[in-house]
């Protein structure tokens, strides 16, 4: 398969885990080594370097799912994750680099759907057993604001 | 005048109950009491958290920010000082300048290109003396007498205030020495760099949020991460520090070794006590911030202005209103220009903690909108806040709701609320 095949299945199931479900194997899209940010476009553009979340391994990933579910206290709530078509920038039979936007949509609560967030993932996919993994992420999400909190992973 | 002095002396009309363990729930909710804050307490004398220091380090560099909902822009000129001065042009009340933080040799109104050097003078205007002898301003304008009104600055360890307000007092006397000692504590000799901004918007009063800063009650037992790490454990040793005016605080705590043994949590059943683990437990590797125990500093200055340290996560948040039910808290990350690359690895993993996604801090972007869904037809009704007696005094003891009641002290009084007659 090409690498436009790879990562678009990849992120089909990736936003597939945290939209719908189970929410443990959003990690299993990572490599053990992998690096994950969720930053805004401002904050990228200076070229600063925390995260709202910030990971440097997969057990991080893991904890964070432990968290949301055993830990963290918040209204229940759900994404509806729309991947736009990825821009492969960079591919050989190892891996690839691209760029994909998004637009994630919320109901929290019995509340309304309400437009989340909006921005593009920069990625870094290698390929192995003929599937796409992130070796990092960084998720750019475009406004330098966050409404209430952010729990789930973009 | 004026439509501005309105909102205050209606306030006035109101009444307030005469102990500081009652906070009426229409403070929250009334549209009146939110414009009368917006002259009362934001242009009041008071001394406002802007920007760091180290954000405008070289001449030009500038910061657009608000005051409550006031825009106001500091910059660094190039004699090296720092000013401030309102955010909208003398003209016809534009935006001067609309990038949160950016770099200028001067500032020109887009609107009709009138012109401000960088202490806020305006300096130019287009076709003043208007075209082949026609139009333009009239002989007696005088450009001195329209430039922006200037803000009285503050620079505490690299921390910026500013006050609208000609009466405010010297920061000195305004923060007091214990809270100025623990400024210096983290702050003292360094040079912060930034590692981050972010904006959280919560759906509630603005006030909501102060009184959770100021509420170290709650911390260990809405955030499961603080106890089960052993952050914040009330059993550690720690304490409360409540200015003598009431209206600045804060909370600590230092390890404890002995305490972490013992079984306080359990015997009340809270649900904290979990048994919950990290499979990366380095998140919580640290190390002494400034060589001492302490791994807990939250420190308010009145009315809106946060610097934290939670273990390795040092912090600023500065809080603003934007509508009665609606704040923005503005984070900003920092790390030290001698951070180590291992103490940077350290504060990147901690940024976990704190933020609109931190482990413990994330409760406290929903509580707010809870309590102001919560207090919905309640407007008659009262907070009670006697945890720790009814004083707002300093104590050893973090449960108590002291520095909680420090805040409504100097609030009610610069609100000019009737108090409710003795019984």
């Excluded at chain 1, 790879?6 to 479900?21: C, K, N, P």
Aim: aromatic share 10%; hydrophobic share 40%.
């Amino acid at each position: 398969m090409d690498a436009l095949n790879l990562i678009s299945r990849s992120q089909g199931f990736y936003v597939r885990a945290i939209d719908d479900g189970p929410i443990e194997e959003w990690p299993e899209f990572f490599t053990d080594d992998a690096f994950y940010k969720v930053t805004t476009a401002d904050n990228h553009s200076r070229g600063l370097p925390a995260g709202v979340i910030w990971a440097n391994n997969k057990a991080m990933l893991k904890d964070r799912v432990s968290a949301l579910k055993d830990a963290n206290i918040y209204e229940p709530h759900a994404y509806r994750h729309m991947l736009g078509q990825p821009a492969i920038l960079e591919e050989d039979r190892t891996g690839a680099t691209s760029e994909t936007s998004f637009l994630v949509l919320r109901v929290t609560g019995n509340g309304p759907t309400d437009v989340f967030a909006s921005g593009r993932y920069l990625d870094e996919y290698v390929f192995i057993d003929g599937k796409a993994l992130l070796k990092k992420r960084i998720v750019v999400c475009d406004s330098s604001r966050i409404d209430t909190l952010l729990v789930l992973p973009l | 005048m004026s439509e501005g002095n309105r909102p205050a002396t209606a306030m006035a009309e109101r009444t307030w109950p005469r102990s500081l363990t009652e906070v009426p729930y229409w403070v929250f909710q009334d549209e009146e009491v939110y414009k009368a804050e917006q002259e009362n307490i934001f242009h009041g004398p008071f001394w406002s958290y802007l920007c760091l220091e180290a954000e405008l380090a070289e001449p030009g560099d500038f910061c657009a920010t608000f005051i409550g909902e006031q825009p106001v822009l500091v910059t660094r000129d190039h004699d090296g000082e720092i000013y401030a001065f309102e955010n909208r042009c003398a003209h016809r009340g534009a935006l001067i300048a609309m990038e949160h933080y950016g770099h200028a040799k001067d500032f020109t109104c887009v609107y009709h290109a009138w012109t401000y050097n960088l202490q806020g003078d305006l300096t130019g205007v287009a076709f003043e003396e208007g075209i082949n002898g026609k139009g333009g301003m009239g002989k007696d304008f005088c450009k001195a007498a329209h430039s922006p009104r200037r803000l009285r600055l503050a620079n505490v360890h690299g921390l910026i205030f500013g006050s609208l307000n000609n009466d405010v007092p010297q920061i000195e006397e305004y923060l007091g020495q214990e809270i100025l000692d623990r400024i210096e504590r983290l702050l003292g000799d360094r040079k912060p760099v930034v590692l981050g901004r972010f904006t959280q918007t919560l759906p509630n009063n603005w006030k909501l949020y102060m009184e959770n800063v100021k509420d170290s009650y709650h911390a260990s037992i809405l955030h499961l991460f603080f106890t089960t790490f052993g952050l914040n454990k009330l059993n550690q040793k720690g304490g409360i520090i409540v200015s003598e005016n009431g209206g600045h605080h804060v909370s600590w705590s230092a390890i404890n070794r002995e305490a972490e043994a013992a079984s306080h949590y359990k015997d009340q059943k809270i649900r904290s006590d979990s048994g919950y683990q990290l499979e990366d437990p380095s998140l919580v590797d640290s190390f002494s911030e400034v060589g001492d125990d302490i791994t807990l500093q939250i420190l308010s200055v009145y009315p809106g202005f946060v610097l934290q340290q939670i273990q390795n996560s040092i912090a600023v948040r500065q809080v603003l209103p934007t509508e009665v039910g609606s704040t923005n808290l503005n984070w900003t990350y920092l790390g030290f220009e001698d951070d180590s690359e291992e103490q940077q690895l350290i504060r990147m993993k901690q940024s976990n903690l704190v933020g609109p996604a931190g482990y413990v801090s994330m409760e406290d972007g929903a509580i707010g909108g809870f309590v102001q869904r919560g207090i919905a037809g309640a407007s008659n009704e009262f907070a009670t806040v006697q945890m720790g007696g009814d004083q707002a005094l300093s104590s050893e003891s973090r449960v108590t709701e002291a520095s909680i009641r420090g805040f409504w002290k100097v609030y009610r009084a610069a609100m000019g609320f009737s108090i409710e007659e003795e019984a």
